[in-house]
């Protein structure tokens, strides 16, 4: 087999889910195919997190001779703290006009979770570019915030192409000047999962009750 393309499966394997166990369970982070019953699978682990999610069905009814799989989201960090989504908040009202940044992360060494500023290299009520920050070993992105300054809480084709490659949530605050609005999603890998609804003590730390 050509080293390149030996090298890219044993850093992106397939594996075949087992039909009578449960299929082994990944050494370390990083990202895997499933091949099931079903469908192919794609299984992400970060110290972080644990995600498993179907990325492709069979077009035709061909016997797969594969166990099943199934979604999985598993937070292996905790909740995220809602005092850190009141500071974002702060620093985004600091920030106006202008767009803020900020990244939510997670040490695996501590289990404690820090907010880190953005420090933009250009920012306007329209646009944010950064350098991304260095983190300290163990320490991982969970949390990816950026703002809107006084305009409305959406996901841009900018924010679309940012986040193509990560394995985060990402959450756009709008309407800094005035009770603020919100979108969330998760990201991983191309996945993009909106949550619905943003969790009730996040809400709280916003100042806000209702729903966008």
């Known amino acids: 087999m050509n080293p390149i393309d030996l090298v890219l ?3 992106f394997p397939s594996v075949m889910v087992p039909a009578r166990e449960p299929v082994a369970a990944m050494m370390g982070p990083g990202e895997r195919l499933l091949v099931a019953s079903d469908g192919v699978y794609l299984e992400v682990l970060r110290p972080w997190i644990r995600l498993v999610r179907r990325i492709a069905r069979y077009d035709v009814q ?22 850190l989504i009141s500071q974002f908040l702060r620093m985004t009202r600091q920030s106006l006009p202008n767009e803020a940044g900020g990244w939510i992360v997670w040490s695996a060494v501590s289990g404690e979770f820090r907010l880190v500023p953005l ?44 986040d193509l490659h990560d394995v985060k949530f990402a959450l ?3 309407h800094c000047d005035r009770e603020p609005s919100a979108v969330l999603r998760l990201c991983a890998k191309g996945i993009f999962e909106t949550v619905a609804v943003l969790p009730e003590s996040w809400m709280h730390a916003l100042g806000v009750e209702g729903v966008w």
Not at 77 to 83: E, F, H, M, R, T
């Open 62 to 83: 061909t016997a797969i001779p594969y166990g099943p799989a199934s979604a999985v989201t598993e937070l292996l960090c905790g909740p995220v703290p809602p005092a």
């Open 172 to 174: 756009v605050l709008g």
């Open 119 to 162: 420090v933009p290299l250009s920012h306007s009520p329209g646009h944010l570019v950064y350098e991304r920050p260095v983190l300290a070993d163990g320490e991982s992105l969970v949390v990816d915030c950026h703002s809107h300054g006084a305009g409305a809480a959406f996901f841009s084709r900018t924010d679309n192409k940012d």
């Open 9 to 11: 499966q044993q850093s």
